[in-house]
């Protein structure tokens, strides 16, 4: 008779895990409903890892697999990064690094009718949440969140976009704040976009700046905290010079 795994629910937080691994066990949970992100999967009361990565968490309950990709494969509500590439009557095709063009319908933007279209050229950069995606089927996009509102998605002008890996991109949307934002933010003005999808879109008034918070982004992925803060420091003093 096989033994049964117990896996406590923080024994394996922020711990690199294997294919297989069983990562936690719903059983002693006390009835606790969870979230199931990307690389995990459950199998009755044993929620086991399908690739290698860190076993992540956010509140209030929301488990994942932490990895670095150069691909990314798309799921419902993520935040992406597309690029238009093609229009037709009803969809923009939009390239989001995924396995497939994704579609984006004209009608998906708030207020979105018949009349109102919006027209984006071919290389328009637009920020765009994940609705629908299918086996065998084009990831579904919109440009609104789920109650109908734009917020803060929509074409993004000017400024620069540069590609990460998707580990980096998650990590920097991951609370509390990056060290290397939060350290560029107390001496820098501008504004930045992530997608999970490994893009990100910096804009500031003058060219430096946004040439020193893409470095420096760049450059944070294998840094602890404490490294990047040093490097924002010394990047910031060869432009004070």
Known sequence: MAAKVSVSPTSLLNQIVVPGDVVLDLSNMNNQTIKLGSGLLQDNDAISAMRAGKLSYSKPNKYWLESSHKRYIPRPDDHVLGIVVDSRADNFWVDIKGPQLALLPVLAFEGGTRRNIPKFEACTLLYLRVVKTNIGMNPELSC?????????FGPLRDGFMFETSTGLSRMLLNSPTRPVI???GKKLSFEIAVGLNGRVWVNATAPRIVIIVANAIMNSESLSGTQQRIMVEKLLAIISD
């Open 144 to 152: 609104t969140e789920a109650s109908g509102k734009a917020a803060l």
């Open 182 to 184: 939060e350290a560029l």
